[in-house]
Antibody, heavy 119, light 110 residues
Framework: DVQLVESGGGLVQPGGSLRLSCTASGFTFSRYWMHWVRQAPGKGLVWLSIIKLDGVTAEYADSVKGRFTISRDNAKNTVYLQMNSLKDEDTAVYYC????????????WGQGTLVTVSA | QAVVTQEPSLTVSPGGTVTLTCGSSTGAVTSGHYPYWFQQKPGQVPMSLIYDIHNKYSWTPGRFSGSLLGGKAALTLSGAQPEDEADYYCLLSYTANRRVFGGGTKLTVL
């Protein structure tokens, strides 16, 4: 079975940093683009970032560009989101997702990990 | 960054038909935006429903369909069921594969 499992969430102070991980199983990870999406409490979904197969090509939403960095380790079947200079408004559930790739359009989501930015 | 617009809320009667739309501040939504649709029920992880305008996943109920309509992406629900009550989000692709979600539509089946 396909699984995307996020980890690394927690409580962090404003201005702090956190690194989220999303470990994949059940498919050939290196063949798919990977996304990060977040959802603040009671709010809608917000797309954050994508990383392509080469692990170098990445794009970001304006709201996180320059503060967040996406990366992947195909040997570990893991995609990361390094989050720096965190703000209160970054408080959200963070999801990784697999929407497209060489193998098609799978549409999978992880279960999410909660990040709380608070003093 | 583009703004993607959806109806904030819609109501449909059980067994009825409703169309949700997804517009872009940059102009007409086209196949090049590769529209996706997602359903999210309270307290649950989003579920993918439609990709690339009209393609369904193996788990997508047959009563959902996607299209382009009047310059927007559209999600049509035909024969609404109580379990279809949820929030629905569209996702559009822009330059360099940056994506933007719409604000979501809260669908009530009543």
């Amino acid at each position: 079975d396909v699984q995307l499992v996020e980890s690394g969430g927690g409580l962090v102070q404003p201005g702090g940093s956190l690194r989220l991980s999303c470990t994949a199983s059940g498919f050939t990870f290196s063949r798919y683009w990977m996304h990060w999406v977040r959802q603040a409490p009671g709010k809608g979904l917000v797309w954050l970032s994508i990383i392509k197969l080469d692990g170098v090509t990445a794009e970001y939403a304006d709201s996180v560009k320059g503060r967040f960095t996406i990366s992947r380790d195909n040997a570990k079947n893991t995609v990361y989101l390094q989050m720096n200079s965190l703000k209160d408004e970054d408080t959200a559930v963070y999801y990784c997702a697999r929407f497209e790739g060489l193998g098609g359009s799978p549409g999978d989501w992880g279960q999410g990990t909660l990040v709380t930015v608070s003093a | 960054q583009a703004v993607v617009t959806q109806e904030p809320s819609l109501t449909v009667s059980p067994g009825g038909t409703v169309t949700l739309t997804c517009g872009s501040s940059t102009g007409a939504v086209t196949s090049g935006h590769y529209p996706y649709w997602f359903q999210q029920k309270p307290g649950q992880v989003p579920m993918s429903l439609i990709y690339d305008i009209h393609n369904k996943y193996s788990w997508t109920p047959g009563r959902f369909s996607g299209s382009l309509l009047g310059g927007k992406a559209a999600l049509t629900l035909s024969g609404a069921q109580p379990e279809d009550e949820a929030d629905y989000y569209c996702l559009l692709s822009y330059t360099a594969n940056r994506r933007v979600f719409g604000g979501g539509t809260k669908l009530t089946v009543l």
